[in-house]
């Protein structure tokens, strides 16, 4: 059981930066599967970012090369580093935790384990 509270949203210019953070708390953290996602108002979630427990990633296209995922095993702590921010990056954001790594983890396909969100809202 993995309980999963998400902290750094807030507002933003476009171009400007943002550091989300997700605390965990149970058993297991350092051997799950963490990823972030996000839904803006009147869209699907989307897979934002993931991070195995060997420290691989992947990201959605949308955020290659802005977006920083990482975490910390002792701290039991997953972070989104959101640089060159945009418009479009406004959403409520949510870090999850899988047990197992499938395939689709976009889709949110594995996770098990949700945080409350965070919202991120950026602005011209």
């Known amino acids: 059981q993995v309980l999963l509270v998400e902290s750094g949203g807030g507002s933003a210019q476009t171009g400007g930066s943002l550091r989300l953070s997700c605390a965990a708390s149970?058993?297991?953290?350092?051997?799950?599967?963490m990823a972030w996602f996000r839904q803006a108002q009147g869209k699907e979630r989307e897979g934002v970012a993931v991070?195995?427990?060997?420290?691989?990633?992947n990201y959605a296209d949308s955020v290659k090369g802005r977006f920083t995922i990482s975490r910390d095993n002792v701290k039991r702590t997953l972070y989104l580093e959101m640089n060159s921010l945009k418009l479009e990056d406004t959403a409520m954001y949510y870090c999850?935790?899988?047990?197992?790594?499938?395939?689709?983890?976009?889709?949110?396909?594995?996770?098990?384990?949700w945080g409350p969100g965070t919202q991120v809202t950026v602005s011209a």
């Open positions: 999850a935790a899988a047990a197992w790594a499938v395939d689709g983890w976009a889709r949110g396909r594995g996770f098990g384990y």
């Open positions: 149970g058993s297991g953290y350092s051997g799950y599967r």
């Open positions: 991070i195995d427990r060997d420290g691989s990633s």
